[in-house]
């Protein structure tokens, strides 16, 4: 009896001890914190009150919040300050109250890179090279790219008043503008490349990137789509939801997309398809490039994984990690990584930064993009769910390595003399193909550059002499070439004719088109390039 009773009463008598030491522990915790949040307020009293020189509070405070993200060591976390936040809001939701002008800083001015087609400033007949003069009785000056920005901006409706500068004009040209919803598109065109073969590219995973996608395939389908082309070579990446919806698109119903897993139960989650394959008759080639990330990671995996398409081009980014917003006092956001994504076999999309090649072993492709060799030794194996080996280890890694145009070393070191100089040299590229344009009303895409047009370009940089001279500037023409056509079809037939443009120095998208000829349908496209690949396994 004495023993039933003691045992229940040590027990109790434990049990208050150890909830008592639990309970000490964590007021010790919880003051041993406070303590902390104490000593760094003294610090900031000290330095503001004491320091020799004068300095910002609240910058001690800003400095205070980015050593601590600093410290973990994940470049996706940071702090926003609510005017950053509203900027990167606008890129997410794909829409503000505006104008619709592109602008950035040249030559003291603030100017007009390009005007959106369809958009308040394309139709009041502001066009790329005009200087802005005066906002809204503002001199413009003195004025940064922000500042404009913010002036131009504005709730659809208002109106926003104007001077600008135009090439040619000598006095200033007012114009008086009423702001509308500007929509930034995710898919900024669609074409039909070849007979029944269509191109559709993704240029970024914002609030209507489903939507926008769905209606371009629905277009190309009434021009008699028989093969697509998804190019998200340099697609950033963007919204979840939106990376789930574009590839539900393409997918049978209740199959796996993504799955994010992370420390808190609320973010390990796997998302799935909900409708059927909207276009299952329709092979798909996926392109993607070293600058693929993010939710473009996520249709590229999810639809390579199924089989459902072959992706092409280099490996992606490895950008597979999922970043919360924590509103904050005043406005201000934190963006946190709090999970990571798998595609639906299982291979982790983010890649160890400690294991990417060093940037020093690449090449230039003709476009000036770093393009860094692809190692796929030491990859982990998995198989596709149907069957097919896939490489994880970060990033999507193609099923068919197609590397861009590239420049010669003697080529990519001329380049490399004229990035020196690449603020004068952008500057001067734009204000050519803006003169060109006018001076070249009936050009038509598919044009080249002449070598009297290369030596008057190279003409209008007197500042370059001694840095940059005409030998290494003419080893360097190929890729100069190139910049010039595009700019110069950027201002007149905009983002489509740029792209049409370009195509001829584009093997990748031409790799895209002769597997789609020669593929009736989505297995025969999955053979074709497994066959492609093999040899080129065998070539190397």
């Not at 208002?158 to 500007?182: N, Q, W, Y």
């Amino acid at each position: 009896m004495r023993r039933g009773v003691f045992a229940p009463v040590a027990v109790v008598a434990f049990a208050v001890m150890a909830g008592g030491w639990l309970l000490q522990e964590g007021v010790d915790r919880a003051s041993n914190i406070y303590v902390r949040i104490r000593v760094l307020q003294e610090v900031v009293d000290h330095v503001e009150s004491s320091f020799v020189d004068d300095v910002d509070a609240a910058g001690l405070y800003n400095s205070a919040i980015d050593g601590l993200i600093r410290d973990l060591d994940d470049p996706h976390s940071s702090f926003l300050p609510a005017d950053e936040y509203e900027n990167l809001s606008i890129r997410i939701e794909g829409e503000y109250g505006g104008v619709g002008l592109e602008v950035v800083d040249r030559g003291g001015w603030v100017t007009v890179v390009s005007a959106m087609s369809g958009t308040p400033g394309q139709r009041a007949g502001i066009r790329a090279g005009d200087q802005f003069f005066e906002i809204e009785g503002i001199p413009a000056d003195t004025m940064v790219t922000e500042e404009a920005v913010e002036l131009l901006r504005g709730p659809p409706g208002t109106e926003v008043t104007v001077k600008m500068l135009r090439p040619g004009v000598e006095e200033p040209i007012e114009f008086t503008i009423e702001r509308a919803t500007i929509l930034l598109r995710a898919v900024p065109f669609a074409l039909m490349l070849e007979p029944g073969i269509g191109y559709v590219p993704l240029q970024t995973v914002s609030e209507t990137s489903s939507r926008e996608v769905r209606a371009a395939v629905d277009s190309l389908r009434g021009e008699g789509l028989e093969g697509l082309i998804l190019d998200l070579r340099g697609n950033p990446g963007g919204l979840l939801d939106e990376g789930i919806a574009v590839s539900d698109l393409f997918l049978e119903a209740e199959l796996p997309i993504v799955e994010t897993r992370g420390r808190a139960a609320r973010q390990s989650q796997t998302y799935s398809s909900s409708s059927p394959d909207q276009y299952r008759d329709v092979p798909i080639v996926v392109l993607v490039d070293g600058t693929s990330a993010s939710a473009s990671e996520i249709i590229a995996g999810a639809l390579q994984d199924h089989d459902r398409a072959v992706v092409v081009g280099e490996t992606t980014y490895g950008k597979g990690s999922v970043q919360s917003l924590f509103r904050l006092t005043g406005g201000d956001v934190l963006r946190l990584t709090t999970a990571r994504w798998y595609t639906p076999v299982g291979r982790l999309i983010d890649r160890d930064r400690d294991a990417v090649v060093d940037v020093t072993e690449h090449e230039l492709a003709i476009s000036g993009q770093v393009v860094r060799p692809t190692v796929l030794d030491g990859r982990p194996e998995y198989e596709s769910l149907g069957g097919r080996t896939l490489l994880g280890g970060g990033g999507i890694t193609p099923d068919l390595y197609v590397a861009p145009e590239t420049l010669s070393p003697e080529e990519a070191e001329a380049v490399y003399r004229v990035f020196r100089r690449a603020g004068g040299f952008t500057a001067a590229l734009f204000n050519y193909a803006v003169a060109f344009v006018q001076d070249h009303p009936n050009a038509q895409p598919g044009f080249a550059v002449r070598d009297s047009e290369l030596e008057d370009f190279y003409e209008t940089l007197p500042e370059w002499r001694g840095e940059v001279d005409r030998d290494e500037f003419m080893n360097a023409q190929r890729w100069v070439r190139y910049l010039m056509e595009r700019e110069i079809a950027l201002q007149a037939w905009g983002d489509a004719g740029q792209f049409q443009q370009s195509r001829r120095h584009d093997t990748q998208l031409a790799t895209a088109i002769e597997l789609l000829q020669a593929a009736p349908s989505t297995a025969d496209l999955i053979a074709r390039v497994a066959a492609a690949a093999n040899e080129q396994d065998s070539g190397s």
